[in-house]
């Protein structure tokens, strides 16, 4: 199983929205890193969902259903999707400056490259947040 970060604009979608429709299809990924990194995702990966904007805040998490394949609702087969379905909102959300402050976090994309929009998330960084969130 593998591990993934989707980044959100809470007004665009929150994940207050995933859990209301209980499933969605991720959507409207156009940088080339980030559409690697979804095309890497596989039925059964797990995602935490990141709300951008002035939260900056993990809220929640959610399990990919479906393996990568082009977006029905574009012409370029080259912009990928993947289906979600909501798991469980976080015991409280976890902050940027939390990450900053961690040194677990020192390498994580999330830090590193901030405009990247899906990021690849160490098993032990997926810990670390739950562990984060329990506080």
Not at 33 to 38: N, P, Q, S, Y
Request: aromatic share 8%.
């Amino acid at each position: 199983m593998n591990y993934f970060l989707l980044k959100t604009e809470p007004s665009t979608y929150s994940f207050s929205d995933l859990q209301r429709e209980k499933t969605t299809v991720w959507s409207g990924v156009a940088n080339a890193a980030a559409l690697i990194h979804i095309r890497s995702m596989q039925k059964g990966d797990m995602a935490m969902i990141y709300h951008t904007g002035t939260e900056r805040a993990c809220i929640g998490t959610a399990q990919i259903t479906s393996n990568a394949y082009p977006d029905p609702e574009e012409s370029n087969e080259k912009l990928v999707v993947v289906d979600l379905k909501v798991k469980k909102p976080l015991k409280r959300p976890v902050k940027l400056d939390e990450f900053k402050a961690d040194k677990t976090f020192a390498k994580w994309d999330l830090l590193r490259i901030s405009r990247l929009s899906v990021v690849p998330t160490h098993e032990k960084l997926w810990h670390r947040i739950l562990e984060l969130s329990d506080k």
